[in-house]
C-alpha cells in the first residue's frame, strides 16, 4: 500500500524534529569541555664570571640535570687571587699602624691624666699661699705668691696641652680604624669575587646550554652557562576577561598536557593588571579577538615540564570552589 505524499512529509518533518530533538540532548555531553589555552615558560638564570680569563673547567653539559650548589665551570682568575693577596697584606699593614696608634694614645692619655693631677696640685699650692698672704702679709712674701701663681698657670696650660695631643691620638685611631676598614672591605670584595670565578648552582636545575669549553676564553660578564631552575618555570594562561576576577594570587588550578601525568596543579602567582588580545599562540575559532588577562601560576612539579609545552587549563568555577 502506498503512502500519499502529505503523509510522506509529515514523517519526514517527524523524523527530522526527532533528530534535532536528539542532537539538542546530546551535543553537549559530546562536546569536549572547555579549558583555557596556556604554554609552559621557563626563565632561565645566565651565569658569568665577574674577570676575564680561561675557562679551566667546564663542569656540565647542556641538558644536565644538577643539585644545588654542584659546580658549573672554574675560570682562571689568578689576578684576582693577587688582588685578594695584595688587600689582605693591607689589612695586616692597617692593624699594624692601629696598634702603634693605640698605643700612643694611651700613653697621650696617661700623659694628660698626670698633667691634670699636677696642674689641680699647683692650683692647689697657689690658693694656699695666696690665703696665707691675705691672712698674715708679713708670712710669705708677694714674690713667693706670684711664683706659685705662675706655676700653676703653667701647670693649666700643659695640662690644657696634654689633654689635646690625647685627642689627637684618638682622632689618629679613627682614621686607622677606616682605613682598616677599608682595607677589609678590599679583602671582602677580592674573595667574593674569587669565589665567583668558580660558579655553582644556585638551587637545583636543568642545564639549558653552555656558551664556552675548556681551554676557551671569555670575558669579565659575558655568560658562560645558562641553567632553568624548577622554581623559575611557571604556567601562562589566559582567562576571559568576564571571568578574570575569578583568577587570584593563591588559587590553584588544574591544567594538563600531552605526554604529562594526570592531575597536575599549579598555584596562581600573577595576574595582568592589563587586557589584551588573544596572542596568536592561541588562536582558535572559539577564542580568536578575544580580551583576555595573562595569568601565571607556579606547579607543583615543575620538574616534570618542558618550557614551551602546550597546556590546557580548567576553568575556576564562578563559586569560588575549586
Partial sequence: MSMSPQRLVIAVLALAALVLGAALILAPKLSKPRTLSGYVEGEPLYLASPVSGLVTQMAVRRGDVV????????????????????????VVQAKAQMAVLEQNEAQARAAAVAAEATAAEAEREARRVEKILAANPGAVSRQEVDKARSAADVARAQAQAARLQAEAARAQVGTAEGQLGQAKGAEADAAARLSLAQARAPAGARIEDTYFQTGEWASANQPLVSLLPDERITVRFFAPEAEAARYRLGRQVRFSCDGCPAGLTATISYVSP???YTPPVIYSLESRDRLVFLVEARPANPGRLTPGLPVDVAPLPADGTR
Avoid at 76 to 85: E, G, P, V
Fill in 67 to 90: 643539585p644545588e650548589g654542584a659546580l658549573l665551570f672554574t675560570v682562571d682568575a689568578r689576578s684576582l687571587a693577587a688582588q685578594q693577596q695584595a688587600a689582605g697584606g693591607q
Fill in 274 to 276: 592589563r587586557p589584551e
